[in-house]
C-alpha cells in the first residue's frame, strides 16, 4: 500500500542553520503531496502542499519540491529560527483515501 | 472564530473504564477523523466520518467507537477493550472526504493507569 518515509530525528540545529528533513513516498498513480508542522502541546497545521509533478510549495520560508522521479518531498529552509522548533509531518493524498503520514521529525534549534 | 476544539486537553481514567473525547467543529465541515499519536510511531487514523450518520474504520479502530449524531460533532469513546489507551488524540475535519485539507484541533491526552 502507500506509504510515507521520513528521515527520523531529532534534528538539532543551530539558529541560522539550513534545514533539510527527507521524505519519500510509495505510492500507485499520483498522489498529493504535503507537510504539517507540530508545535509542541497543539495539534497539526498544513505547512505548504504539492499537487502534481515539480510543483513547489513554500510558506513562512519553507520549501518542498515534488520529485516524481525520485518519488520525494524533501523539506528545507535556508535560516531556521528557534521558534521552528517542532515536529514536521510528511504526508500523501490519493483520491478516495485518508491522508497517510509518516512518523515525524522532531526539530530543535537551539539560539 | 472558526476551528475545532477538543476537550479536555489533559484526561485521566483508571483501567477498566470507558472514557468519552469530546470534538466539536464550526467550519461546516462534512468529513471528521479520529487519529491517535505516539512517540515515534506518528499519526494513525482510528475512525473517520463524512457524513452524519456513517463513520468508517481506520486502520487501528479496535477498541474504539464513535457517533456522529450531528455535522458539528464526532466524539471518540475508547473502551475497555483497548489494550494501551494511554495516547494523544487528534481530531481533525476537512471539507469533504475527497478533500485533503485537513484542519486539526489541539488534541487530548489520555493517561489510563
Known amino acids: 500500500g502507500d506509504s510515507v518515509t521520513q528521515m527520523e530525528g531529532p534534528v538539532t540545529l543551530s539558529e541560522e542553520a539550513f534545514l533539510t528533513i527527507n521524505c519519500t513516498y510509495t505510492a500507485t498513480g499520483y498522489p498529493s503531496l504535503f507537510w504539517y508542522v507540530q508545535y509542541p502541546g497543539e495539534g497539526l497545521q498544513l505547512l505548504l502542499k504539492?499537487?502534481?509533478?515539480?510543483d513547489k510549495g513554500s510558506n513562512k520560508g519553507f520549501e518542498a519540491t515534488y520529485r516524481k522521479e525520485t518519488t520525494s518531498f524533501h523539506l528545507e529552509k535556508g535560516s531556521v529560527q528557534v521558534s521552528d522548533s517542532a515536529v514536521y509531518f510528511c504526508?500523501?493524498?490519493?483520491?478516495?483515501?485518508?491522508?497517510?503520514f509518516g512518523k515525524g521529525t522532531t526539530l530543535s534549534v537551539s539560539s | 472564530d472558526g476551528g475545532i476544539t477538543q476537550s479536555p486537553k489533559y484526561l485521566f481514567r483508571k483501567e477498566g473504564q470507558n472514557v468519552t473525547l469530546s470534538c466539536e467543529q464550526n467550519?461546516?465541515?462534512?468529513?471528521m477523523y479520529w487519529y491517535r499519536q505516539d512517540p515515534g510511531q506518528g499519526l494513525r487514523l482510528i475512525y473517520y466520518s463524512q457524513i452524519v450518520n456513517d463513520f468508517q474504520k481506520g486502520d487501528i479502530a479496535e477498541g474504539y467507537s464513535v457517533s456522529r449524531e450531528k455535522k458539528e460533532s464526532f466524539p471518540l469513546t475508547v473502551t475497555s477493550a483497548q489494550k494501551n489507551p494511554t495516547a494523544f488524540y487528534l481530531c481533525?475535519?476537512?471539507?469533504?472526504?475527497?478533500?485533503?485539507?485537513?484542519?486539526f484541533g489541539p488534541g487530548t491526552r489520555l493517561t489510563v493507569t
Open positions: 504526508a500523501l493524498y490519493q483520491a478516495g483515501t485518508a491522508l497517510i
Open positions: 504539492a499537487t502534481k509533478a515539480d
Open positions: 467550519l461546516n465541515h462534512d468529513a
Open positions: 481533525a475535519s476537512s471539507i469533504r472526504l475527497a478533500s485533503y485539507e485537513q484542519y
